[in-house]
């Protein structure tokens, strides 16, 4: 069975800072894709951002970048220069090719940017 | 850029009660999703929905709860008779499906948050 452990519950950061979350993944699967979804105080689902697993290089978008280990099962999320705007819980999430595409979220790391 | 819309935002119902959620997934999307958030906890799959009917469902989904594409552009699910336990963020998906069997990105609405007294 797929599972997605996010092991830090909550993480604060000061503004313009940088901070990485974390996230591990457990599959049988060689293709799949990882996620990072933001969901700020209206508790909206945002992408932030998405790695392939049959790619090598780390996904970048803007100031959020990943750290995505295939062998180690391991996918991090770096963002830089943290803003107050980035205030919200983040969930790591995967899917495969197995079943109908659904998602398998992790429990979510709280973010605080203090100003 | 298109999205995905849901109404209502909040729906409140008192227990034994049918609920409707509606979502509108992105135009050209194939696949549809729902999840669901129990307040503090993590998202959960409920169902997914291709060429008009269900793809797969978790062990949440149970005869309460049925899915539905009643036009061109709308998805619903309905809850037949509400219990507190379904007192929840309920978020509709969309994905292309173009690129099966490898997996694509799933766009998310706003949700819709359920509160049965």
């Known amino acids: 069975a797929q599972t997605v452990t996010q092991s830090q519950p909550e993480m604060s950061v000061q503004e313009a800072e940088t901070v990485t979350l974390s996230c591990t993944y457990d599959t049988s699967e060689s293709n799949y894709y990882l996620f990072w979804y933001k969901q700020p105080p209206s508790r909206q689902m945002i992408l932030v951002i998405r790695q392939e697993a049959y790619k090598q290089q780390n996904a970048t978008e803007n100031r959020f970048s990943v750290n995505f280990q295939k062998a180690a099962k391991s996918f991090s999320l770096k963002i830089s220069d943290s803003q107050l705007g980035d205030t919200a819980m983040y969930f790591c999430a995967f899917n495969d090719q197995t079943g109908a595409n659904n998602l398998f979220f992790g429990t979510g790391t709280r973010l605080t940017v203090i100003p | ?117």
């Open chain 2, 1 to 117: 850029e298109p999205e995905v819309t849901q109404t209502p935002s909040h729906q409140v119902t008192q227990m034994g009660q049918e609920v409707i959620l509606r979502c509108v997934p992105i135009s050209n999307h194939l696949y549809f999703y729902w999840y669901r958030q129990i307040l503090g906890q993590k998202v959960e799959f409920l169902v997914s929905f291709y060429n008009n009917e269900i793809s797969e469902k978790s062990e949440i989904f149970d005869d309460q709860f049925s899915v539905e594409r009643p036009d061109g552009s709308n998805f619903t699910l309905k809850i037949r008779s509400t219990k507190l336990e379904d007192s929840a963020m309920y978020f509709c998906a969309s994905s292309e499906g173009r690129s099966r069997p490898t997996p694509d990105t799933q766009y998310f609405g706003p949700g819709t948050r359920l509160t049965v007294l």
